[in-house]
Each structure stands twice: as structure tokens, then as C-alpha cells.
T-cell receptor, first 116, second 115 residues
Framework: AQSVTQPDIHITVSEGASLELRCNYS??????LFWYVQSPGQGLQLLLK??????LVQGIKGFEAEFKRSQSSFNLRKPSVHWSDAAEYFC??????????????FGKGTHLIIQP | GAVVSQHPSRVICKSGTSVKIECRSL??????MFWYRQFPKKSLMLMAT?????????EQGVEKDKFLINHASLTLSTLTVTSAHPEDSSFYIC???????????FGPGTRLTVL
């Protein structure tokens, strides 16, 4: 079964500082990978996705992610965080554990705290 | 575009009753819809995949008789939690996908509390 690992449960970053959220996937020669953000009381919003091609993917809100096959990683980055970036971030890979091949397998999430 | 709604947003019910949650794609036709469950401080877990007009495909460990899924039209899927118990209390989120595309659009979720 597929698994997605986000090693950091919480990350605290000062406003204006750079950010990197880690994600490792476990399966697939050509994985479909996603980063989502979930704010309290809001639904999941897609930040960016990787299917193929350029391994550096640009997303919304100034986020980018780099796919590294050799490390099975898809880390999310932002050069300068804003207080409004405080939220829960989920990395996901397409493919469920059972029959739902097109469903998403999510990591456990990283809670981002922004310090003033 | 690509808006998915869920109703209700919150529901509280007594143990033993059944609860139906609706998931609608408002401005597109969704040939496939997915149901996820999110526990507090935990990740989302895929429960099942439903394709319009056919039976849902359930993930390992998900009781299909407990969580009934119907996808009767291209814009509506329903999840019915039958004979709900307190351990079924959770946040249920649906997503919808346009045929031929890989991106899923998520609903805002439904908070179920079983007393």
C-alpha cells in the first residue's frame, strides 16, 4: 500500500522567513503528487501538483515544490511566509490503499505556526 | 469554477440513528466522487470511490454496510452513516473529479457528532 510521510507534525517560522515542509512518498515510478492547505473551518485548497515534466513546480500563494525521484521527496517551499500562511498542510499522492486507485493517500499533515 | 458543496456542514445525532451527507458539484459534472474521513489532529483517510451509476469501491477496513454511498447523478453523491455510534463521530469530506482529469475538488466537510 502507498504511504505518504510528513516527518514534521509542527513547524514554527517567523514571519518573513523562508519555509520548507518535507514530504516523502513510498510508491510509484511516476507518482502524481499534490500539496493542499487546510485552514480552520475551510475546505482543502490545492496549492500545486506534479504529474510529470519540470521537477520544480510553481503553485499559488508563492509556493513551490521540487520533485526528487532519487529521494522520493516532494518538499514544499516558500521564500517568505506571511501570517496568513498559518494552517495545516497536507502532502498527497494519487492512489488509495485498496480498490480506489484514483483516490488520494494523504500524509498526516504539518501544522504551520507563524511567529510575529 | 469547480465548486463542491456539502450538506449539512454539521450534524448531531443520537446513537443508533442514520445520517445522510450530500456532496454536490455545483458547476461541473463529476463522474467520480471520493469520500474521506478526517479524525482530530489526523490525516484524511480515503473511505471509498464512487462512480456515477455504479457501486462504490471501498478501501480496506471500511465497512460498506455501515457507510452507504450512492452516486445517482453526475452532480450528487451521498454518504449515509447507518446505525451511527459515537466512534463514527468525525469530519467527513468529499471530493469530485472531472472525467479525464486528475485534479480533485474538495467540499468544505461535514462534522458528524454522534451522542
Amino acid at each position: 500500500a502507498q504511504s505518504v510521510t510528513q516527518p514534521d507534525i509542527h513547524i514554527t517560522v517567523s514571519e518573513g522567513a523562508s519555509l520548507e515542509l518535507r514530504c516523502n512518498y513510498s510508491y510509484g515510478a511516476t507518482p502524481y503528487l499534490f500539496w493542499y492547505v487546510q485552514s480552520p473551518g475551510q475546505g482543502l485548497q490545492l496549492l500545486l501538483k506534479y504529474f510529470s515534466g519540470d521537477t520544480l513546480v510553481q503553485g499559488i500563494k508563492g509556493f513551490e515544490a521540487e520533485f526528487k525521484r532519487s529521494q522520493s521527496s516532494f518538499n514544499l517551499r516558500k521564500p517568505s511566509v506571511h501570517w496568513s500562511d498559518a494552517a495545516e498542510y497536507f502532502c498527497a499522492q494519487q492512489g488509495g490503499s485498496g480498490g480506489g486507485a484514483d483516490g488520494l493517500t494523504f500524509g498526516k499533515g504539518t501544522h504551520l505556526i507563524i511567529q510575529p | 469554477g469547480a465548486v463542491v458543496s456539502q450538506h449539512p456542514s454539521r450534524v448531531i445525532c443520537k446513537s443508533g440513528t442514520s445520517v445522510k451527507i450530500e456532496c454536490r458539484s455545483l458547476d461541473f459534472q463529476a463522474t467520480t466522487m471520493f469520500w474521506y474521513r478526517q479524525f482530530p489532529k489526523k490525516s484524511l483517510m480515503l473511505m471509498a470511490t464512487s462512480n456515477e451509476g455504479s457501486k462504490a469501491t471501498y478501501e480496506q477496513g471500511v465497512e460498506k454496510d455501515k457507510f452507504l454511498i450512492n452516486h445517482a447523478s453526475l452532480t450528487l453523491s451521498t454518504l449515509t452513516v447507518t446505525s451511527a455510534h459515537p466512534e463514527d463521530s468525525s469530519f467527513y469530506i468529499c471530493s469530485a473529479r472531472v472525467q479525464g482529469k486528475n485534479e480533485q475538488f474538495f467540499g468544505p466537510g461535514t462534522r458528524l457528532t454522534v451522542l
